[in-house]
Structure formats: C-alpha cells, structure tokens
Nanobody, 121 residues
Framework: QVQLVESGGGLVQTGGSLRLSCAASGRTSSNYVMAWFRQAPGNEREFVATISRTAGSTYYGNSAKGRFTISRDNAKNTVYLQMNSLKPEDTAVYYC??????????????WGQGTQVTVSS
C-alpha cells in the first residue's frame, strides 16, 4: 500500500500560480503511475494530469493543457503539479492518486485526502 498526502493548496488571485505537492509513503511511489484529479462543489471529480512511473510521459486533461505541469521526483517519493495562469474555475479540491494509470478514477487505487485551491476573481 501507499499513503498519499497533498500540500500546497491555498488562496490565489486570478492569473497567479501554485505548486501542489504529493508525498508518498509506504510502498515506493515509483511503482505507480501518479495523477492529479480535482473536484469542485457540486461537480464530479475531474481528471487533471497523469505521469508515468519513470516520468517519461505525461498526459493532461483539457482544462490543464498549456497551464499545468505534472512532474515527479522518485528519489523523494513526491509528485508535483505546477499550476500557472489560474482561473476562478480552477477552484476545487485537488487530489493526488496512485495506480495503474489512465484518466479515469477507476485506474487509481490509492488517494490522498485532498488540498483546497481557491482562485479569487
């Protein structure tokens, strides 16, 4: 098993940036594809980005393309999500996930508790 803890969320103005981190413990995170999802109030959980085990490939949801960057440091068992040009519609709880991959929640067996990101207009 792997435990995931997100950090780095907060309040930011439109156009600002945030960097989220996800620290993994337990079984090493390099065994898993890692991903970020987000969920806004009243909405379903939405895929944001995923990164392969060796960081050789990444894939982004439409809302993240061109503005967000996912990365990982397997030596630190940490995954990051750099978010730039933030918009109010990016406001959500952001979740880190570990699993076999893909853009669907079913591809990830392990989830963090989430970190709140709020973008003010």
């Amino acid at each position: 098993q792997v435990q995931l803890v997100e950090s780095g969320g907060g309040l930011v103005q439109t156009g600002g940036s945030l960097r989220l981190s996800c620290a993994a413990s337990g079984r090493t995170s390099s065994n898993y594809v890692m991903a970020w999802f987000r969920q806004a109030p009243g909405n379903e959980r939405e895929f944001v980005a995923t990164i392969s085990r060796t960081a050789g490939s990444t894939y982004y949801g439409n809302s993240a393309k061109g503005r967000f960057t996912i990365s990982r440091d397997n030596a630190k068992n940490t995954v990051y999500l750099q978010m730039n040009s933030l918009k109010p519609e990016d406001t959500a709880v952001y979740y880190c996930a570990a699993g076999s991959g893909g853009s669907r929640q079913a591809g990830y067996a392990y989830w963090g508790q989430g970190t709140q990101v709020t973008v003010s207009s």
